[in-house]
C-alpha cells in the first residue's frame, strides 16, 4: 500500500525541489475523471512494495483540483504536462517521468 502524501500547496512542491538530502520523491498526477489515470493509478498502487520503496516519498496530486500546482511542476521540472504522469524526484531535479500506460512500479524501482 501506498502512503500517499496529498500535494495540495505550492509550498510543499517548492520544499520537494529544495530537497538535496538522499530522499527520493514520487509525484503522481491523477485526472480523477480519466478512466486511464485510474487504471494506471491501481496498477501502480497494487505493485507497490513498501519495503523496497521505504526511502520514498509518495505524492498524490488531484489535477482537477490543483492544476495550478501540475502547471507549477511542468515549469519547476522542465516536463510537458501529461494526465496520468508519474515524476521521481532527487536532489531538486526530475530524473524519470512518464505517463498512461508507461507507469509502472518496476520503472520507478529502478530510479530509487
Same mark, same amino acid.
Not at 526530475?94 to 512518464?98: E, G, K, R, S
Given at each position: 500500500m501506498i502512503d500517499w502524501k496529498k500535494l495540495d500547496d505550492k509550498d510543499m512542491l517548492k520544499a520537494i525541489a529544495e530537497d538535496?538530502?538522499?530522499k527520493t520523491f514520487v509525484i503522481f498526477k491523477h485526472s480523477t475523471s480519466c478512466s486511464i489515470s485510474a487504471m494506471a493509478l491501481n496498477r501502480l498502487e497494487r505493485s507497490w512494495n513498501g519495503d523496497e520503496m521505504d526511502k520514498v516519498d509518495a505524492y498524490y496530486l488531484d489535477l482537477l483540483s490543483y492544476r495550478d500546482i501540475s502547471n507549477a511542476i511542468a515549469d519547476k521540472f522542465g516536463v510537458d504536462h501529461e494526465s496520468p504522469q508519474v515524476l521521481v524526484i532527487k536532489n531538486g531535479q526530475?530524473?524519470? #517521468? #512518464?505517463s498512461h500506460m508507461g507507469i509502472n512500479y518496476q520503472s520507478l524501482k529502478e530510479q530509487v
Open positions: 538535496h538530502s538522499d526530475c530524473i524519470y #517521468n #512518464n
